[in-house]
């Protein structure tokens, strides 16, 4: 038999046998879980962890710690559109003011808010309105509706698997007024995920992988914290031996330094928790795994730069930058910025504004500047590369956040000026 060019033979059998461990059963198998098709597990479970995953990101300091870093790691003060047309410059400029519906932000608060939704619960959802973008609860991109042929979980595609149209519900779930879901064209609707699998539909919380540890790490601490609390708190009891007993007695809580009489006959008895000798690395421990869950460096949920140094803290960033730039250019660029560009140069188009072809014309993005652990080491860095021809200034300066047209401007600006005061002088 032939398949894809190649001869098979089924009596053929293997001089060897092969298998991996991970297939294997067992012993140390038992209890392992195993994973379905990607949209219905996520189908049944992400409304639960996205759940759970707010209540963490509002509750737990290092979980929310995490999330806002990574929102200023993708977003930062907005990532920015780059091209040599100045009149679309000027004219997305002038848009972004007024992106927001509700008018309590601009376009780049609209990033942040949707980054945040897809970080914490698994995709950020808009819709354009006549006057601009308006920001949706996930939820109410409704999950039940599913014909198990074009529609799944409330997206209905093509057969390439495209999106075509969102059935949106017009009140988030647990409204007290229910109206069916309306079916909005795809081209009206942002809908930002990360894609983890082929043909995954619809997007899971990033901190499904640390949401059960991150509770156990917060109980212990919690624990912790009181025992230390009681352990220090230092109280007096004062008993006479020939009063009689009260049997209606009761100890009411205690406070430090107080003083409480017994009625006689009564026996206090009290406990001295002892703090966990390990306490501290179990807690460093714990910290490392929501980091690594999260894909942050640990002092980005920890806080804590004990021992950190140059070396180490550029070590930790540089991975933490590449993925950084993956999520940016492959889920934020093609899902949101380039179809908030098409959108807004099409509109500046159909009114005369500037030609058709402009909302067609590729463009750069100008990415928030990244962290630098020590400026002056990465500017000589740069310089050394653009005097070897390994990259350009217009790229250097793109990399950095910035627009190198405008700091050209700015740059011929201060040296005119400059100059003038001198001939003043």
Excluded: C
């Excluded at 992106?99 to 808009?126: C, K, N, P, Y």
Aim: charged share 20%.
């Amino acid at each position: 038999m032939k398949l894809f060019g190649l001869t098979i033979t089924r009596d053929q059998k293997p001089s060897q046998r092969r298998s991996f461990d991970g297939a294997t059963g067992g012993r140390r198998a038992s209890g392992m879980g195993r994973m379905g098709r990607a949209n219905p597990e996520i189908a049944a479970a992400a409304q639960t962890v996205g759940a759970r995953a707010a209540y963490l990101a509002a509750n737990n300091p290092w979980v929310s710690q995490g999330v806002a870093n990574w929102v200023g790691a993708l977003i930062g003060p907005g990532i920015m559109p780059y091209s040599q047309d100045a009149e679309a410059l000027e004219i997305w400029d002038r848009w972004i003011p007024d992106a927001d519906t509700t008018g309590r932000s601009d376009f780049a608060g609209i990033q942040a808010s949707l980054a945040r939704s897809m970080i914490v619960a698994g995709e950020g959802l808009a819709i354009w309105t006549e006057s601009g973008l308006r920001m949706l609860d996930p939820e109410q991109l409704d999950r039940s509706k599913t014909d198990g042929q074009t529609i799944f979980q409330g997206v209905e595609v093509d057969d390439n698997g495209k999106p075509t149209a969102y059935w949106i519900l017009p009140e988030r779930p647990g409204s007290s007024i229910y109206e069916p879901p309306i079916r909005i064209d795809a081209s009206d609707v942002i809908h930002l995920f990360r894609r983890d699998h082929p043909d995954q539909i619809r997007g899971m919380s990033w901190l499904a992988p640390i949401i059960l540890s991150a509770s156990e790490l917060d109980a212990y601490a919690d624990a912790l914290q009181m025992s230390a609390k009681v352990a220090a708190l230092m109280a007096v009891f004062v008993s006479d031996p020939a009063a009689q007993g009260d049997p209606d007695f009761e100890l009411s809580p205690l406070e430090p330094g107080a003083v409480v009489k017994v009625p006689g006959g009564s026996q206090i008895t009290t406990n001295s928790p002892a703090q966990l000798q390990q306490a501290d690395s179990f807690l460093k421990f714990g910290l490392r795994q929501i980091a690594a869950g999260l894909g942050l460096p640990d002092y980005l949920v920890s806080g804590d730069l004990t021992g950190a140094n140059y070396s180490s803290l550029r070590a930790g960033l540089l991975p933490f930058r590449q993925r950084v730039e993956q999520i940016q250019y492959s889920t934020v660029v093609p899902q949101l910025m380039q179809p908030a560009w098409r959108r807004v140069m099409t509109a500046a188009a159909l009114d005369g504004e500037i030609e058709p072809q402009t909302a067609k014309q590729p463009i750069d993005w100008i990415m928030p500047r990244p962290i630098q652990v020590d400026p002056a080491k990465d500017v000589e860095a740069t310089v050394a590369e653009i005097e070897a021809g390994l990259t350009s200034r217009r790229q250097a300066v793109l990399e950095r956040g910035w627009n190198p047209d405008r700091l050209a401007q700015e740059i011929a600006l201060e040296k005119n000026k400059t100059e003038s005061n001198d001939e003043q002088k």
